[in-house]
């Protein structure tokens, strides 16, 4: 399998050239180069088998440059009972017949990217020492992406984590999270500023190239294909849970940010698997909601982003949305060009024709939006009705899912957090402490390891500068 990017560029790459790295030099998202179809016959075979097993039969079709048993030990190594606390992986919920939540958020950080990143701490780890190379990861968070970046990448041979977050900003809980680990190879550096700010660092010492190689940096944002690729996996064990013959069709609702957990859902739709509705549902933060219903993609503004009780939803663009479009114009790597490369760049803004805008039902997508209100209401109806607690993000995706699903076909809600990171709702909706697993009682009173600095680009140069030579 070689992959090509979304804007056309002429050269295609393998799996492991595009591992480490971001965007196509084009400026395009890595895609691959067709979709693999999944027969009948290979759906029976892979119904029985365990997550990491189906797991290496999905990564295999698209990468072909580890080996088999390589892989497979990385998969296996990766999900696991112990990471994720059940068989499963990705239990099914059932709230009522017809419509259950998929657990996706059972692992070390309590939400869904620790399903793709957990893996990514191996591959890079692997590739890495293929190589004879080291990687320093520089990122910005304000609380989710960062600690499962973190819990990802301790311990990793050839690894380093340089982690900005604003300091006294994140919750205690999320603070106690990242900060009690007590790995050599994580730094939290705490920058005296908001989350803007430690974004800001970030991009000046990415920019500056020669500072950038010497020392080795590199992220692990949302766009990397091997974190799209490995949440394709949990819609067919999702898929293989809730049916018992391959001629039933699923529906998915995805809570949706920077549209990478329901971008994979879109590829498992194209390799064939029955998806009958990719529900999209959005916070306050409605681009792709409005994009859904009229065909116009709109960027907002910072003093248009609002700050929600779903926080990892509040997105002002979303940077995997591109891959999508890619497929809706039948591929065509120009027109891609042409919309986000000139139209968003230069005006912040596309509309798609009424031909294109026609072409979306046949992928399955619909959408809709869930407000504060709505989250609230829904913790508290779905607590009061079937004695489950969710967490704001799931909230938002069951709402929407009540709306836009299909009656006679299984929709799945998929539960990208645990009740316990986002307590402040929980206690406003419920009048109670969200549940905690009992691994976590007491983290607050762990020891911490972070460095406080200055919001300035030269104070954290010097900083990697002194840890990575050492
Ligand atoms: C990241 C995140 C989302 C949004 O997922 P995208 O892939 O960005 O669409 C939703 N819920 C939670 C809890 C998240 O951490």
Redesign the pocket.
């Known amino acids: 399998m070689k992959y090509i990017s979304t804007r056309g560029d002429a050269q295609r790459r393998s799996f492991s050239e595009i591992l480490l790295e971001g965007l196509a030099p084009d400026g395009g998202l890595y895609l691959p180069e067709q979709y693999p179809k999944v027969d009948d016959a290979t759906m029976n075979r892979w119904r029985t088998l365990s997550y990491a097993d189906l797991a290496f039969e999905i990564l295999s079709l698209y990468i072909d440059d580890i080996p088999a048993d390589d892989l497979r030990a990385l998969v296996r190594k990766t999900y696991t009972h112990e990471v994720f606390g059940t068989e499963a992986i990705v239990p099914l919920k059932p709230l009522e017949p017809g419509l259950a939540l998929e657990a996706l ?1 059972n692992g070390p950080t309590l ?3 620790d399903m793709a990143m957990q893996l990514l701490g191996n591959l890079f780890e692997y590739e890495l020492a293929r190589r004879g190379e080291t990687l320093n990861i520089l990122g910005a968070t304000s609380g ?2 960062g600690s ?1 970046a973190e819990y990802a990448m301790r311990g990793k041979q050839g690894v380093r984590v340089f982690m900005l977050s604003p300091h006294g900003r994140m919750s205690p809980f999320q603070q106690a999270q990242m900060f009690s680990l007590q790995d050599e190879n994580i730094h939290n550096i705490a920058i005296e500023g908001v989350f803007d700010d430690c974004q800001d660092i970030v991009k000046a010492v990415s920019n500056d190239l020669p500072y950038k190689r010497a020392h080795r940096i590199g992220t692990v944002n ?1 766009i990397n294909w091997a974190r799209l690729l490995a949440q394709v996996v949990y819609y067919f064990a999702g898929y293989f849970q809730a049916t018992q013959g391959n001629a039933e069709r699923v529906s998915f609702a ?10 994979a859902g879109h590829v498992a739709r194209m390799m064939g698997l029955p998806i009958e509705r990719l529900i999209l549902a959005t916070n306050e933060n409605d681009v792709l909601d409005e994009f859904f219903r009229t065909g116009t993609y709109r960027v907002r503004k910072g003093h248009e982003t609002h700050e929600t009780s ?1 926080p ?2 509040d ?1 002002s663009k ?1 940077s ?1 949305f591109e891959r999508f479009v890619f497929d809706l114009m039948g591929r065509d790597g120009q027109r891609v060009r042409h919309l986000f490369g000139e139209q968003v760049e230069q005006a912040g803004v596309f509309s798609l024709t009424p031909e294109e805008f026609g072409r979306i039902a046949g992928f399955g997508f619909v959408s809709g939006k869930s407000t504060h209100a709505d989250r609230l209401r829904t913790i508290r109806d779905t607590w009061e009705r079937y004695g489950v607690m969710i ?1 704001t ?2 909230a938002d995706g069951l709402k929407v899912a009540r709306e836009c699903a299909l009656a006679g076909t299984t929709t799945l809600v998929l539960e ?2 645990l009740p316990v ?1 986002f307590a402040d709702t929980i206690r406003e909706a419920l009048g109670r402490e969200p549940e905690r697993p009992a691994a976590l009682q007491g983290i607050e009173d762990l020891p911490k390891r972070f460095s406080v600095m200055p919001a300035d680009p030269q104070g954290v140069k010097a900083y990697i500068s002194a840890h990575v030579s050492a």
Do not use: E, L
């Open positions: 958020s939400a869904f990217k989710d992406t499962a949302s995805v809570p949706s940010g920077n549209f990478g957990n329901i971008c779903s990892s939803m997105i979303a995997n967490d993000h799931t990208t957090a990171k």
